[in-house]
Every structure is written in structure tokens, then in C-alpha cells.
């Protein structure tokens, strides 16, 4: 019995240790072609921009502090931890996150860093309902920067259409997120989902609960876009008007809607960003600058700070 506890100890261990160095080797590999391009940008960066750059920098733990404490809030019903814990646990998921498609990792890598397990199946329900609320806001942001951008866009063609198909998908998501228990009978009538177990703990918060969820991800969206909105101003891109402002919102939800995996995270937000902000500047370089910029502050450094939290990973 005590070798297979050794032996458990080990590999976890070890699993640790690999996380932590292909989370390393990923952004090492992913920024050591591109470092001296994007360091030929900075010297078009005066006093005042590297100011906006280090306001985006201190952002970065409100950003994350904000999931943090709603992490915190939806599974205190199956334990409750300090809001440093989940600080810790939530850049370690950043730091596992890197190593799957979308990062979707970090959704049960949070659950697996915590010390008691018994309630696995709830945690990782409203886990992936804390994340959920966020794809929500996404969607709505970018459907409204869409609608608000219809004369520049594909919509402006078929307005009614595009409206019609962004008004049902709006719909649908409230429906799942605020109706799922209407929603999981049909869902438990899909062979492959009907064992999901953790699917039910989606209906565990009360309507008011969710509300406030979905309150924590609308604030974090708003910080998202400030960052993205002062890394640009940085780099020269001119967002001087609503219009131009909407481009940000728009680049959201399209880079959080490509399915990206570790070689290509950085290579489609920088090609989105290129698409979406070709309209306000000619400067490729300029706008693939500030798309990695706000990469590296806002998933490399919190994923370099998660390293240490890996100790408390257990399989």
C-alpha cells in the first residue's frame, strides 16, 4: 500500500513538473521568433504610451482577481476557500490551461488543485457555469459591436437575417444558463451526455445567484476591453470614435470563438486582429504588437505565475 501511495506521489509529481515545462517551452516557442519584430515596435512608444502599457500591466490582477473571487463565489456552497487560494488555483489553471485546445484545461484543472475532492462532480458544474456566464458576455458584446458596425460588416447585407440568428443564439444561451434544468432533459436524452452527472450541478445556483455570476463577468469584460483599449492606443492604433471602438468587442468574440491549441493561439489572435483593425490602420506590425502585448499580460505572466501553484495538483 505505501509503495503505491509512493508511486502515486511520484507521478504526480512528475505531472507537475511536465505542466509546468510545457507551459514554458509554449510561450518561450511561441514569442522567440517574433521578439525582435515586437521589439521594433516599442521603439515607436513614447513616455506616455509605456504609462498606458504599465496601467494594462497593473490590470492584469484585477482581470483575474475579478474570476478569481467569482470562482470563489460559485463553489462555496461545496467549499469555501480564501480569496487568495483561489487566486493561486486560478493562474495555476491558466498555467495547465495552455497545454489544451482553448484552453479549456483550466475549467477542471481549478477543481483538481483542491485539497478535498468530494463534491468533484458540483465544483466542476459550476465551474464550467462561472465560465460559461463569460462566453455569454463575450457573444452579447461582440453581437452588439456587429449590429452596431451593420454598415461595415457582412450583416449590412442581410440586417434582418444576421439579426434574426443573433437574437436566437442570445435566446439559447440565456435559456441554458438561466433554464437548465428544461434544458438537461433534453440534453440526458443524448447518449454521450446523459452520464454527465456534473451537467445537473449547472441548475445547483438560484436565478439571483446567476445574475451575479453573469454581473462579475460583465465587469471583467469591461476590463478586458480597457486593457485591449490602452495596449492599442499604445501601439498607435487609432480608436477615437464608437465605431472604432466596436472593433474591440468584435475582435473578442471572434478570437474566443476559433478553435485555437497551443501552436496557434498567438498566430490567430494577431491574424483576427489584423482582419478587424485593418479598417483604422495600415500598420500590420503595429496591430499584431499590441494583440501579443495584451497575450503576454494577460496569459503569459499569469501562466508563469501559476508554475508554483502546480504543488497542489493531484490527479
Do not use: C
Request: charged letters at 15%; hydrophobic letters at 55%; proline letters at 3%.
Amino acid at each position: 500500500m505505501n509503495s503505491h501511495k509512493k508511486s502515486y506521489k511520484y507521478i504526480n509529481l512528475l505531472a507537475r513538473i511536465i505542466i509546468g515545462i510545457l507551459a514554458l517551452i509554449y510561450i518561450y516557442f511561441r514569442l522567440k521568433d517574433d521578439v525582435d519584430t515586437h521589439l521594433a515596435s516599442f521603439s515607436v512608444l513614447t513616455t506616455k504610451n509605456y504609462i498606458l502599457l504599465i496601467i494594462t500591466l497593473l490590470l492584469m490582477p484585477v482581470n483575474w482577481g475579478i474570476e478569481a473571487y467569482k470562482w470563489k463565489f460559485v463553489i462555496r456552497k461545496f467549499k469555501n476557500i480564501p480569496f487568495i487560494k483561489a487566486l493561486k488555483h486560478v493562474f495555476a489553471g491558466i498555467t495547465i490551461g495552455l497545454t489544451t485546445p482553448n484552453r479549456i484545461g483550466e475549467i477542471p484543472a481549478r477543481v483538481y488543485l483542491l485539497d478535498n475532492k468530494t463534491h468533484l462532480t458540483g465544483l466542476i458544474g459550476v465551474t464550467f457555469l462561472a465560465s460559461f456566464s463569460q462566453i455569454i458576455i463575450t457573444f452579447l458584446g461582440g453581437f452588439t459591436a456587429i449590429f452596431l458596425l451593420k454598415e461595415k460588416t457582412i450583416i449590412k447585407d442581410h440586417f434582418i437575417l444576421w439579426t434574426i440568428i443573433g437574437s436566437i443564439i442570445t435566446v439559447l444561451l440565456f435559456l441554458v444558463y438561466f433554464y437548465s434544468k428544461i434544458v438537461l432533459t433534453f440534453i440526458q436524452k443524448i447518449p454521450f451526455l446523459n452520464k454527465k452527472k456534473w451537467l445537473e450541478k449547472f441548475s445547483f445556483l438560484s436565478a439571483q445567484e446567476k445574475s451575479t455570476v453573469l454581473f462579475f463577468s460583465l465587469v471583467r469584460y469591461f476590463v478586458f476591453v480597457i486593457q485591449f483599449y490602452l495596449v492599442l492606443t499604445a501601439f498607435h492604433i487609432p480608436i477615437n470614435n464608437v465605431a472604432t471602438f466596436n472593433l474591440i468587442p468584435l475582435f473578442f468574440v471572434i478570437s474566443s470563438f476559433i478553435p485555437t491549441f497551443v501552436i496557434s493561439e498567438i498566430a490567430v489572435r494577431g491574424s483576427v486582429a489584423l482582419v478587424v483593425f485593418s479598417s483604422v490602420s495600415t500598420d500590420s506590425l503595429l496591430i499584431i504588437s499590441a494583440a501579443v502585448s495584451l497575450w503576454i499580460i494577460n496569459v503569459a505572466l499569469p501562466s508563469i505565475i501559476g508554475i508554483s501553484g502546480l504543488k497542489q495538483l493531484k490527479f
